[in-house]
């Protein structure tokens, strides 16, 4: 059974850090791409980040870009959310997701974890 | 950044109604479109993939159409359990990967 379990979150002032963990079990995690995938409260999802199944090629949303970092230990089937400089509107429920392409076409994030909240707040 | 527009917001149906949602994309994405399912405090699911390809496992009351800029998720006879809150996400083009708003459907 394929399960993503997302760790770390929590409460943190503005301007500290949080490192989220992703375990992933019942697939071969270094095959498949990753993303983070973050729900503000009461709000729609908003995609975060992305990382290739080799960790060689790595996107951010315009929002986080040069605060977050995104990570992958295939060796330990983790993913990693380095989160630096928090803001207020970081606070969000964090979700892993695993990215499936169809070899007919298409593509959808097939399976997501349960989610972690980071709450940024003095 | 291709912006994801979904309509109408909210929906509020009978248990056995057709329900059609809307997700038009501002520019063209072919049939590169994906539709979730979220219910409250749950993770998204995948339901739909390529516009019209059903994920394994959902009932195929739900159905998916479209290509370029105009999409359509219908559910053809509500059940109690589809209440929930439906994301279209477009996949061809990113970064970023951009979701709509969100379509409610709740119960009249």
């Known amino acids: 059974e394929v399960q993503l379990v997302e760790s770390g979150g929590g409460l943190v002032q503005p301007g500290g850090s949080l490192r989220l963990s992703c375990a992933a079990s019942g697939f071969t995690f270094s095959s498949y791409e990753m993303n983070w995938v973050r729900q503000a409260p009461g709000k729609g999802l908003e995609w975060v980040s992305y990382i290739s199944s080799s960790g060689s090629t790595i996107y951010y949303a315009d929002s986080v870009k040069g605060r977050f970092t995104i990570s992958r230990d295939n060796a330990k089937n983790s993913l990693y959310l380095q989160m630096n400089s928090l803001r207020a509107e970081d606070t969000a429920v964090y979700y892993c997701a695993r990215v499936e392409r169809d070899p007919m076409g298409g593509l959808g994030f097939d399976y997501w974890g349960q989610g972690t909240l980071v709450t940024v707040s003095s | 950044d291709i912006q994801m527009t979904q309509s109408p917001s909210s929906v509020s149906a009978s248990v056995g109604d057709r329900v059609t949602i809307t997700c038009r994309a501002s520019q063209g994405i072919s049939s590169w479109l994906a539709w979730y399912q979220q219910k409250p405090g749950k993770a998204p699911k995948l339901l739909i993939y390529?516009?019209?390809s059903l994920q394994s496992g959902v009932p195929s009351r739900f159905s998916g159409s479209g290509s370029g800029t105009d999409f359509t998720l219908t559910i053809s006879s509500l059940q109690p359990e589809d209440f929930a809150t439906y994301y279209c996400q477009q996949a061809n083009s990113f970064p970023p990967w951009t979701f709509g708003q969100g379509t409610k459907v709740e119960i009249k």
């Open positions: 390529a516009a019209s």
